[in-house]
């Protein structure tokens, strides 16, 4: 039985389920991943993750965050010049979900609302008919994001949540995404209407580390933030009646399969109301 097996399926691992999924051991987990001593781990997880080292700024890492927030070589994340089509705000795996009153997303096998989700009614109605892109980051991706488009955004909203990893096997036993920590901020654009971004973290990710709190103006695929170590996901609510999503895509979200993805590339066209 391996560790997530035990905290999970067996009491004594649910009693210690608590504490290990606090904030607080989170943030010390950071702290360490963070320091010299764990440059240690550096080698090990580029070997495992099978990162290529060609696609990848891999000097000067003083510790294990550094390198797990790594930089792209330049160039080899070129953004989508066309400004009627909606990008990636990173790389991963997507899948695609229509938004109706009572819709239930299931995400890592968990499930939630967008009410929920948001924490703001008012907000979520705003999305009903539109879309939900959930873009889900293993540990191999790169784990720099951007802005999905140009606009005014505002302050963003952090909801703080119980860390819990989102390996399937946690979600076996609880639906754990909603508890999740998350970020989220609202983007008035000109080709989109107002888009909604976030950011949810998982366990051992001691804080999604977004550049801009307040409220500015916003470039498409400029950086945004990077999230620390653990799988993370970036989730992207639309209006109604705003983009048609690629083909390719929808197709893969009908079957039930995610669709990868890279950041500032193109994933959907702006449709114009004749």
Known sequence: MDMLSFLYHTAPGRALLKPLSSRTLSRACGAFLDCALSKRLIPGFIKKAEIDPQEYVMDGFTCFND???RHIREGLRPVETDQTKMIAPSDGLL???AIGEDTVLPV????????SLLRDSKLAERYEGGLALVYRLCVNHYHRYGYVES??????RFIPGVLHTVRP?????????????REYTCIKTKNFGVLTQMEVGAMLVGKIANHEQGRAEVVRGEEKGTFLYGGSTIIVLVEPGRVKIDEEILEASRRGEEYPVKYGQAVGQKIINK
């Open 67 to 69: 390198c797990f927030c």
């Open 95 to 97: 899948s695609v979900w």
């Open 108 to 115: 890592k096998q968990s499930e939630y609302s967008v009410r």
């Open 151 to 156: 606009g005014r955004k505002s302050v963003n």
């Open 169 to 181: 096997v946690a979600l076996e036993a609880r639906p754990v995404f909603v508890e999740n920590c």
